[in-house]
């Protein structure tokens, strides 16, 4: 998560594994109209172009954690600045990260709803 607020594209990919999974969210939706994720550092880092590109800032906060075996799941909100205007959307979820016996991350799985995300979007009044 901190390769993420810091916008550090490299260093985040760094962390996963070549053959790695992102679904964030899980299943189809505009990020990912097939449903079928982001697949190794090529599919992933153009995921991040296309998603993290506007975003100016982002600030985690996670509410709980539950780590079990190799998987954790964190119940977080993420908001994030959409450019410098100001405006901002913030996301409730569920984040299931997965690693290999290495320590990289094998999956990322986000299990939250665009819709419901969408509509916490809010600009700065005008003045």
Known sequence: ???????????????LA???IVEDPVGPSLLDPE?????G????RGFWDRNFGAVSRFHFHVRDSFANGPCCANLVTITMWLGESGTTMTVDGVMIY???DDGLITS???HWEP????ATITR???R
């Open 1 to 15: 998560m901190a390769a993420v607020a810091g916008r550090r594209k490299d260093e985040w990919l760094a962390l």
């Open 98 to 100: 997965t690693l290999n």
């Open 35 to 39: 449903g079928k994720g982001h697949h």
């Open 124 to 126: 700065p009044a005008a």
């Open 108 to 110: 990322i799985r986000g």
């Open 115 to 118: 819709e419901r995300a969408m």
């Open 41 to 44: 550092h090529e599919g992933i």
């Open 18 to 20: 070549s053959d790695a």
